[in-house]
């Protein structure tokens, strides 16, 4: 025997087979409440049903993912604006610190940073995304501040301190 045995396949019409499924519950004294054809049908319908069932889902997977993108697309169409909407609610100096509350959505509050004006970078002493509170150590000169968002589009803002 080779290990690629292939079993042998009986076939029968479903007349014979309703006939010979009779006579066995005949024998054994027991009438045949379902008739073989009665059975294949109930079978093949619970299988288009099975088969509506995920035609169905895979068109609302399909309307899930696609339709999101139609707005997309109309956004783009029309021109909206795609700049950073970053803006700044207060700012004040207290105790040698410039604090600054950073108003907008998405701010990357990793990527604030100002340059002074004999060019050094500064970074935040410390910031907090909950309330947009931006704090950095200040020397009171003119400061270049850049605040960007998670979209990469970058704010630039100048500081120049009053004159008396």
């Known amino acids: 025997m ?12 479903k007349d014979a087979a309703s006939s010979t499924l009779a006579k066995i519950l005949s024998s ?29 889902v895979k068109i ?11 707005f997309v697309f109309t956004a783009n169409a029309k ?3 795609t700049k950073a909407d970053i803006s700044v609610g207060d700012y004040y100096v207290q105790d040698g610190y410039l604090y600054i509350d950073l108003d907008g959505p998405f701010i990357d509050f ?3 940073y100002a340059v002074t004006a004999s060019g050094s970078t500064v970074f935040p002493a410390e910031f907090n995304s909950g309330t947009g509170m931006v704090s950095f150590p200040y020397d ?8 960007s968002d998670l979209n990469s589009e970058t704010v ?9």
């Open 110 to 112: 990793t990527s604030v």
């Open 140 to 147: 009171e000169t003119e400061w270049n501040i850049y605040v």
């Open 60 to 70: 609302m997977l399909a309307f899930t993912i696609c339709v999101p993108l139609i």
């Open 156 to 164: 630039h803002m100048l500081l120049t301190p009053p004159t008396f």
């Open 79 to 81: 021109g909206v604006d």
């Open 28 to 56: 054994v004294e027991k009438n045949s409440n379902t008739p073989i054809d009665k059975m294949l049908k109930k079978r093949v319908n619970a299988a288009k049903g099975y088969s509506r069932y995920l035609t169905a």
């Open 2 to 13: 080779s290990a690629f045995h292939r079993t042998k396949r009986y076939t029968m019409k």
